[in-house]
């Protein structure tokens, strides 16, 4: 008896120095070296672990007053089960179901929480301000989520197109949004007799999208900003031919065009209206998403080439993911026919943006461009996670209904938190999985 007691205690030990490794991810510290993952069956004590602390504060002006609870991310983890990364996945499934039993009282907000902005606060204009900015570091901090009125600075310098040394940032960037202008008149300001009957044919189709991009956001119903994201959108493919424009690269330039239009506007976005700009102020914003597109784009040129076997790659992989997680809900799947291309590829399409509410799409976009070139890798990750928020729900549906729920996610009542929670479990898996890469290999 005295052996199983010191076992328990063991596995007690290791799981919070799990859930500690992990709260420290969630308040922007590096996360410790080799992960302790192991079965738990009983709920944790309140008074052992301490819920973390939120960063929704640095968002405010996106999102308007927090509504996070600090303890969503313990109260996630005492409902559930995590599995040791070398027992058997279907013991997983655990960690992502029962989500309806958890905990429904709300925490006060910790005392620290201001403390900890004002440090991360402190970290981001520190990196800024150097002479030379070190990525590695500002990835790190950039992953946890970036205060607003920063980001425009930060995605620049994250994806390459604004160099690290602060000398030649200003020159760099005058001479890009040059050389953008120049495309804008040697592609996009010319008749169309001067155009091909396949670059007719894609502008036509660009045309046709770009009202149809993010229409329950208002913003992009102008007809500036539908001029706009046409002429991102035909220049870069115009520029790419192997892929030529493909539907979906639309929903990746709206982000863009937001966070840096949000440097020369005030208030929220619905009250944003584009034509009040000068139109030089217009043309440089332009030159920022195309470039900024163009280097998100090309980690991932193969996601959107003929017959897109990157997107194919990763439903493959994600398929081979949730067996590992959650063998129980792919079975069911499988059971009723259901294909993960069915629904998944749109999520590999768009990056997700078409799945959650659009004032959450910044946010996750900080963690994608943190992620840097291990980006592709890591939406597996985050898709699987995305997924299996739902695990309990999609075992009680026939394939009709999976259809439809899976097409029409509950996520419109979503917050920072929840997002939060899928970020932070797409973490914890790539650490248990990312070291046994043949695992998920096709």
Known sequence: MRSDREEDRTVDSRFN??????????????????????????????????????????????????????????????????????????????????????????????????????????????????????????????????????????????????????????????????????????????????????????????????????????????AQVQKSLERILYIWAIRHPASGYVQGINDLATPFLVVFLSEHAEGSIGNWMMSDLPSEKITDIEADCYWCLSKLLD?????????????????????????????????????QGLEFLQFSFRWFNCLLIREIPFHLVTRLWDTYLAEGDALPDFLVYIAASFLLTWSDKLLKLDFQEMVMFLQHLPTHNWSHSELEMVLSRAYMWHAMFNSSPSHLAS
């Open 17 to 222: 120095q799990t859930l500690r490794n992990v709260q420290g991810l969630l308040k922007g510290r590096s996360f410790p070296g080799k992960v302790l993952i192991t079965r738990r069956s009983d709920p944790l004590d309140n008074s052992t672990v301490r819920s973390p602390d939120n960063h929704g504060s640095l968002r405010d002006s996106e999102t308007g007053p927090s509504q996070q609870a600090d303890g969503s991310f313990e109260d996630e983890l005492k409902s559930r089960s995590l599995p040791n990364a070398s027992s058997s996945a279907n013991q997983t499934k655990s960690s992502t179901s029962n989500s309806e039993h958890t905990s429904n009282e709300v925490q006060k907000p910790s005392i620290g929480s201001r403390a900890t902005d004002s440090a991360r606060l402190m970290k981001f204009t520190k990196e800024l301000s150097a002479t030379t900015v070190i990525l590695e570091k500002l990835r790190e901090l950039a992953w946890n989520g970036v205060p607003s009125y920063l980001r425009p600075n930060i995605w620049r310098l994250l994806l390459g197109y604004a160099p690290p040394n602060s000398d030649r940032r200003e020159g760099v960037l005058r001479r890009k949004r040059v050389d953008y202008l120049d495309c804008v008149a040697q592609y996009y300001d010319i008749p169309d007799i001067e155009r091909t009957d396949e670059e007719i044919n894609m502008l036509r189709q660009i045309a046709v999208d770009c009202p149809r991009t993010v229409p329950d956001v208002s913003f992009f119903q102008q």
């Open 299 to 335: 980690g991932m040129q193969d996601h959107y080439t003929f017959a897109q076997p990157g997107i194919q790659r990763l439903v493959f992989k994600l398929k081979e993911l949730v067996r590992r997680i959650d063998e129980p809900v792919l079975t069911h799947m499988e059971e």
